[in-house]
């Protein structure tokens, strides 16, 4: 049968997979599915390369995460303007150019033996800045390639992607090294670009309206002042932001339980990260296959308590089996939190906001997360990883439950 008779008949038999009847949806989707993998097998190539460097130093993977958050506070905000004021694939082509060569020059670095600490902190910060631009335009891009009624699964199923690729990157990236080492690693990454770079050439994207002309910082201050004035978004942001910023990204926990708490191979540490995945496409499938539900702010709530539980039993173990068990929950739970305030992000602004709304959430997952890992691997340096866990998903806990408590628009948004 036919690859494109396959994709009308799945969202029929599986309403969680609507948006994927959409052909440029499900084009730019499988795009950035693809590359999504080849950058999940430079995390954890560069994760493992990092601690070689550095005879295991924790802190030093905070350092790089903590280099790519300055260049997300430095240019996120542009970039969301950009998003708005330019041609979107234009600016795709663009940023997934530089990506590429930026994981060849990682590659090449590496294949001749110079790589060193420093030089991974300079990529990191120069990808910040790339991708301080690429992030609002992919999301300013969604709703212009599905009706309203599949936006909120769009953003669903467009979570998974990433997240979703943890699944399938890290466990390839345990296999790799031990066949092609690092630099195989991140030359297949830059390889995997082509693949949005070729969608950006084949899918139709509808004419915008002309753009307003106006000055650079006005135009970023409108957007701000919108999302200041509604009632809902100031705490969707900061309890994603809690989130975020309090919980340790996978690029610097995972490594550091496997080395010294679990004891397990580079493979073995694979399966950590797919976990992780598998968790984050039960979660993008469930948010997806309930549509557009009404009380988007109550399942964002739930999603946040819910990983901070899971973030604590896997701060507890000592054993594979329930370690694995809490990232599958962890990562459900975090694209729940994560889809429903991205969709409440997209629906209440105007259309022609959305690039610099989304250049928030840009500065949330790309900026502020690295920013809170570089005191997480501090802190896991000084006090150990159960503990920074620990001390992370109680904080979350506590601060999702206030909101739930004192904001009583948040719970009916």
């Known amino acids: 049968m036919h690859i494109s008779l396959w994709y009308e008949i799945i969202p029929q038999a599986a309403p969680a997979m609507k948006a994927l009847q959409y052909r440029d949806f499900r084009l730019l989707w499988t795009g950035l599915f693809l590359s999504a993998v080849g950058t999940w097998m430079q995390i954890v190539a560069q994760a493992l390369l990092v601690l070689r460097l550095t005879n295991g130093s924790a802190f030093a993977l905070g350092v790089v995460s903590l280099a790519q958050a300055i260049a997300f506070f430095v240019f996120a905000l542009a970039g969301g303007a950009f998003a708005d004021k330019y041609d979107k694939r234009r600016l795709l082509l663009t940023t997934q150019t530089l990506l590429m060569l930026l994981a060849l020059g990682m590659g090449c670095l590496t294949l001749l033996g110079v790589v060193r600490l420093w030089m991974i902190v300079a990529i990191a910060f120069c990808s910040g800045a790339v991708l301080s631009f690429d992030q609002p335009a992919r999301g300013a891009l969604i709703p212009l390639l599905v009706p309203p009624e599949a936006l909120m699964n769009a953003i669903s199923l467009q979570s998974i992607v990433f997240s979703g690729a943890a699944m399938l990157g890290p466990v390839l990236a345990g296999l790799a090294l031990s066949w092609i080492g690092y630099a195989g690693n991140f030359f297949l990454n830059a390889v995997s670009y082509l693949a949005v770079i070729l969608t950006m050439l084949y899918i139709r994207i509808p004419r915008e309206s002309e753009k307003p002309r106006a000055p650079f910082w006005s135009t970023v201050r409108t957007a701000l002042g919108a999302v200041r004035r509604d009632s809902v978004l100031p705490r969707v942001f900061s309890g994603y932001g809690a989130m975020l910023f309090l919980g340790p990204s996978p690029a610097v926990m995972l490594p550091t339980f496997a080395v010294k708490i679990l004891r397990i191979t580079p493979t073995q540490m694979g399966f950590l990260f797919a976990c992780l995945g598998v968790g984050t496409i039960a979660g993008g499938l469930l948010i997806a296959s309930l549509g557009d539900i ?120």
């Open 294 to 413: 009404r009380r988007k702010g109550v399942v964002f709530l739930t999603g946040i308590i819910v990983w901070s539980c899971a973030l604590a039993v896997f701060a507890v173990s000592e054993v594979m089996w329930l370690s694995m068990a809490a990232l599958v929950l962890l990562g459900a739970s975090q694209n729940a939190a994560g889809s429903s305030a991205i969709t409440l992000m997209q629906t209440r602004v105007p259309p022609e906001m959305r690039g610099r709304v989304m250049s928030l959430n840009t500065l949330l997952m790309m900026g502020v997360r690295p920013l809170g890992d570089f005191p997480a691997g501090a802190l896991i340096a000084g006090i150990g990883g159960p503990l920074t866990a620990g001390f992370s998903a109680a904080l979350t806990g506590l601060y999702a439950l206030g909101l739930v408590a004192t904001n009583r628009n948040l719970r009916e948004a």
